[in-house]
């Protein structure tokens, strides 16, 4: 059964910090490219990175580089992401997703094109306080 669960989130002020977990199961882990995706109320689901299992390679949107980092431990079939520098606007639902359709490698629009990611896990809320 496949399965992609997030975990790490929660309340934390301003300037704080996270770690956020996504751990999978039921697929070959590096065959898949790992995208982190986030939804605020009223707003529409951004992607904020990607990690090519491929090549190694990280993507990261603007709003979140500089202060958010991207890493995999293939062996526990697992992509981090750690998040610095939190701000109140960072505060929505972080989901992660798997795509499958490029040989491990982040496609041109991991950002977007949500409807090619095979697996999504369920979410976890991210929460900062002002």
């Known amino acids: 059964e496949v399965q992609l669960v997030e975990s790490g989130g929660g309340l934390v002020q301003a300037g704080g910090s996270l770690r956020l977990s996504c751990a999978a199961s039921?697929?070959?882990?590096?065959?898949?490219?790992i995208g982190w995706f986030r939804q605020a109320p009223g707003k529409e689901r951004e992607g904020i990175s990607c990690?090519?299992?491929?090549?190694?390679?990280?993507y990261y949107s603007d709003s979140v580089k500089g202060r958010f980092t991207i890493s995999s431990d293939k062996a526990k079939n697992t992509v981090y992401l750690q998040m610095n520098s939190l701000k109140p606007e960072d505060t929505a639902v972080y989901s992660c997703a798997a795509d499958g359709s490029s040989s491990g490698m982040c496609s041109t629009t991991w950002f977007g094109a949500q409807e090619d990611y095979d697996f999504w896990g369920q979410g976890t809320q991210v929460t900062v306080s002002s």
């Open positions: 039921g697929f070959t882990f590096d065959d898949y490219a």
């Open positions: 990690f090519s299992h491929s090549d190694g390679s990280r």
